[in-house]
């Protein structure tokens, strides 16, 4: 009978360290904390960072990392470690063109995955500088220049918008990434106006938009007979003289 229930409690104990076991180990093991993905279309290369934070990298680690292109499996990495740093970079020589959809899982050795999308995009212009006049006069044609340079050494061309109420925008280009163009332009009408210009390569990647303000005032409005009047009988207007400086 004793020895039943040594049995019976030694199996119990058992049991439970089996089950402490495995629960600690499910505990411990996770997805990947974040996955973040960057591709350089030149070099045809993909850049996949990784946050798994793990006490022991070579015995909880991500065991595979897996690349689809548009929904089909294009490579594949197994691995028996990880890195020590909690986020850490893989790089791979993938060949995508733009608007290609590249996804990429991470699998945890224990248990848990993570996944991340990507679309191959162009990269943006850089946001294009305006130099030129910042007063003018309405009815007297200006011109500005606007220059861009695109990273990947793409034609660019200019969309620009006049700031006037009524319309009052143009395209312009393409021209090579670089090239400092000149644009004129006719204010018709006196206020303050806000020229905003951006960039867009050939694939539509689009830059930030540049502002640049110029003021167009209003003109006074003179009686030139009345004027000449004043002038030539000043003496008439003591008040007036004084005022005029005359």
């Not at 993938?94 to 996804?103: D, K, L, R, T, V």
């Amino acid at each position: 009978m004793n020895n039943l229930k040594i049995s019976s409690i030694f199996t119990i104990i058992i049991l439970f360290l089996f089950s402490f076991t495995i629960f600690s180990i499910n505990t411990l093991a996770h997805d990947p904390q974040a996955i973040e993905l960057d591709y350089d279309y030149n070099n045809q290369t993909l850049f996949v960072t990784i946050t798994h934070e793990v006490t022991n990298p070579n015995e909880h680690f991500i065991e595979l990392v897996s690349i689809e292109k548009n929904g089909e499996i294009v490579y594949e990495e197994y691995y028996t470690s990880q890195p020590p740093e909690p986020t850490f970079t893989y790089i791979y020589e993938i060949s995508a063109n733009y608007g290609e959809q590249i996804n990429v899982t991470a699998y945890c050795s224990i248990e848990g995955s993570g996944s991340a999308t990507i679309t191959v995009k162009s990269k943006p212009p850089n946001k294009p500088i305006i130099n030129g006049p910042n007063k003018g006069t309405s009815g007297v044609r200006y011109e500005w220049t606007f220059i861009a340079t695109d990273p990947e050494n793409e034609d660019i061309k200019y969309y620009i918008d006049w700031g006037e109420y009524c319309g009052g925008y143009e395209w312009q280009g393409p021209f090579p990434s670089g090239q400092e163009i000149k644009v004129g332009h006719t204010y018709q009408s006196q206020d303050t106006f806000y020229i905003a210009a951006k960039a867009v390569d050939i694939w539509d990647s689009e830059s930030e938009w540049a502002i640049f303000e110029i003021s167009i005032p209003k003109q006074k409005i003179v009686d030139r007979p009345f004027f000449q009047f004043l002038k030539n009988h000043v003496s008439m207007f003591p008040i007036i003289r004084y005022i005029l400086g005359i």
